[in-house]
């Protein structure tokens, strides 16, 4: 009779330690599964239309320079060079020292080595006519001009060249009268510096222009 006492007391303890552990275990947290955070996939970097660079824009294109006359016939028509053979003869005597410009600026321009063709009318006394036609850049054309516009030229268009010019008028070391001038003609990176005193036939520039650009 003991034994079977013995046995119904144990079942109860048994059946409520069986509850304690179900409940611990029940109140324990579930583990998290730790996920590793996958790497990112590399990928090949495409630049977007805007982030190209912009294609260099086509360098405009501008009309060549005239080119600078071989000869001095090449200047005048030929009513023009019977004038002058008439009235300031001979043409390009080697002793005319005259200047195509009195201004000591522009004939320093005109002396560095800019490349030149010069023609000259008249001898080495009396009247005569000097004339430089010189290959320039646009930066020394305006730098010419602004030393005209300093010095009192007056300045107009013919055709599709400038024309800057100024008249002088003074007495000589023997009290003689004389009239000088210069004319300047600026076009399509040319020059023609023209100097003279007391003859100047009408129209010279005039004609020069109208031989070298039409």
């Known amino acids: 009779m003991v034994h079977v006492r013995r046995r119904r007391r144990a079942a109860p303890v048994l059946l409520a330690a069986g509850i304690l552990l179900a409940v611990l275990t029940g109140c324990q947290p579930e583990p998290v599964a730790a996920t590793a955070t996958p790497a990112p996939t ?31 016939a090449a200047l005048y028509s030929e009513g023009m060079r019977a004038s002058l053979e008439a009235t300031v003869p001979p043409a390009n005597d080697p002793v005319v020292t005259m200047l195509s410009s009195q201004n000591a600026q522009l004939a320093e321009l005109l002396a560095s080595g800019i490349p030149v063709l010069r023609c000259t009318w008249g001898g080495a006394e009396g009247p005569g006519i000097a004339t430089t036609v010189a290959s320039i850049e646009p930066a020394q054309a305006d730098a010419a001009r602004a030393v005209m516009a300093e010095s009192a030229f007056g300045c107009e268009s013919i055709g599709d060249a400038d024309l800057c010019r100024i008249e002088r008028r003074g007495i000589t070391l023997d009290d003689v009268e004389y ?8 076009a399509d990176g040319l020059w023609v510096a023209t100097s003279w005193i007391d003859v100047l036939p009408e129209g010279y520039s005039a004609d020069i222009a109208a031989q070298l650009w039409g």
């Open 42 to 72: 590399p990928t090949a970097s495409v630049a977007s239309p805007a982030e190209t660079s912009a294609p260099s824009a086509e360098p405009t294109e501008t009309a060549p320079a005239a080119a600078l006359p071989g000869e001095c």
């Open 179 to 186: 009239v000088s001038g210069e004319d300047h003609l600026f």
